[in-house]
Structures are given as structure tokens and as C-alpha cells.
């Protein structure tokens, strides 16, 4: 009794949904998520036939400013395209192209028996949105030695070097303590908006050092150039 409500219910799912039997489930229609790698789940509602050659594909695109999830499956070239997917739940790979903040993303299943497509879903859209904070300025880094003292803000401390050589993506750098030890040293992302409001990408110059890890204190950061200079700066994380 209880598997019969059971497929009942998953019945009236599928004619909710229009006429194809693969239920999307989640992520939601039109949901907007904060995390790179969205765990996808479907079902298929019609009753187990005892195949064991069903497979799904799974399709995700880019889609472009007002266009439909199911015309950007339909039209665009896939951002990631998965086949014979066994059973009704996919990770996003860790190794497949990365999502972008700010962007929206349609995905639809492809049921397939044989290597046959013999049935396709409908198609589902998400957005990837991520709150991004402003730094109030970035720190300059000196040649010299001097008694600036910047607060770091968040999770991290942007800083950019005015030297005559500029640097390409992650300087060589250390971080010293109040005790003059070495501290480890992580980049990541800088969250600086630029064009079309996405996340400028860090280098030229510009850099973005975490700080999450460190104790409460005074760091100093000190930054070497492909020639050799040194620039420093001081930092206060609380």
C-alpha cells in the first residue's frame, strides 16, 4: 500500500511537470545558490521495467541575458555534458569547468536506453550569486620601511605594488609575525568589481592575501619583484 502511494504521488509530479516522465527535483527552478558544486537530483515517475541499459545524460549551459533555460540547452554549446549517468543524483565534478558568480545556468537530463536518447526533461535554470564586498582601498606596498599600519578587513588584506616591474599573478611574498616568524602565505580571489560587475581578476599589480588564519597582531608583509626588489607594508589583523 504504502509503494503504491508512493508511485502515485510521483505520478501526479509527472503531470505537473508537462509530459516527460523524468521528474527534475532539485536544485529548484529558477533557484539561486552561494556554493560551486550543486548536488543535482531527478526520478523517473513511470514504474521500474526491470532494464538495467536506462541511463541519463546530464546537459548544462551558460545562459546568455533573457534567454530561456530550455533555448540555451537547446541552442548553446555545453558547458559540461556528462553521459550514461547510472541511478538519479550527480555532483558537479570538482574538476569540471567552474562555475562563475553572477551567472545563470539551465540543465536538463537526457533518458536514454541503448545509447538510444529515448526521452528528455525539462529544462531548469539556477543563478550562482555570491554577495561581493568592496575593499575600501588597496595598500600600497614601500620600498622603505614606514609606520602605516593597515586594517585588515574580512577575511583577507588587498594590497598592490607600485613598482617599476609589475608582477603577474601570485608575488613571491612572506608574512612575518610580531616575532619576526614566518607565517604561511595564501592568495585568493580578488573580489574588486570590475566590468560588467563581475570579480576582477587579481595580477598587474593587484593582489589579494588571506588573512583568515592568522592570530590577532601586527604582520608585516614584504613582497620581492622579478628583479629582485623588496616592497613591504604592515597590516593589523583583530
Known amino acids: 500500500m504504502k509503494h503504491l502511494f508512493f508511485w502515485s504521488l510521483l505520478m501526479c509530479f509527472g503531470s505537473a511537470f508537462g509530459q516527460s516522465n523524468i521528474v527534475l527535483i532539485s536544485l529548484d527552478d529558477k533557484d539561486t545558490i552561494d556554493y560551486r558544486y550543486p548536488v543535482f537530483n531527478w526520478y523517473y515517475v513511470s514504474a521500474p ?6 541511463r541519463y545524460n546530464y546537459v548544462l549551459t551558460k545562459l546568455e541575458t533573457n ?8 541552442v548553446n554549446q555545453p558547458l559540461l555534458r556528462i553521459n550514461n549517468v547510472q541511478g538519479f543524483q550527480l555532483v558537479y565534478p570538482f574538476d569540471a569547468p567552474e562555475l562563475q558568480y553572477g551567472k545563470r545556468y539551465g540543465w536538463q537530463l537526457e533518458k ?4 538510444i536518447i529515448v526521452e528528455k526533461s525539462e529544462a531548469w535554470e539556477f543563478t550562482l550569486y555570491k554577495e561581493i564586498v568592496l575593499p575600501m582601498k588597496y595598500a600600497y606596498l614601500n620600498s622603505s620601511y614606514n609606520a602605516t599600519i593597515y586594517e585588515v578587513e574580512g577575511d583577507g588584506f588587498y594590497f598592490k605594488t607600485d613598482g617599476r616591474y609589475r608582477i603577474s599573478g601570485n608575488p613571491k611574498c612572506r608574512v612575518l609575525n610580531e616575532s619576526a616568524e ?3 602565505v595564501e592568495f585568493g580571489e580578488d ?4 566590468a560588467e560587475d563581475e570579480p576582477e581578476k587579481t595580477g598587474l599589480g593587484f593582489h589579494y592575501l588571506l588573512t583568515n588564519m592568522y592570530p590577532a597582531g601586527i604582520y608585516t608583509l ?3 619583484d622579478q628583479k629582485g626588489n623588496e616592497y613591504n607594508t604592515r597590516f593589523r589583523v583583530k
Open 49 to 54: 521495467d526491470g532494464r538495467d541499459d536506462v
Open 67 to 74: 534567454q530561456s533555460a530550455l533555448t540555451g540547452v537547446t
Open 112 to 115: 536514454t536506453v541503448n545509447n
Open 182 to 184: 614566518d607565517m604561511d
Open 191 to 194: 573580489q574588486k568589481l570590475g
Open 222 to 224: 614584504i613582497v620581492k
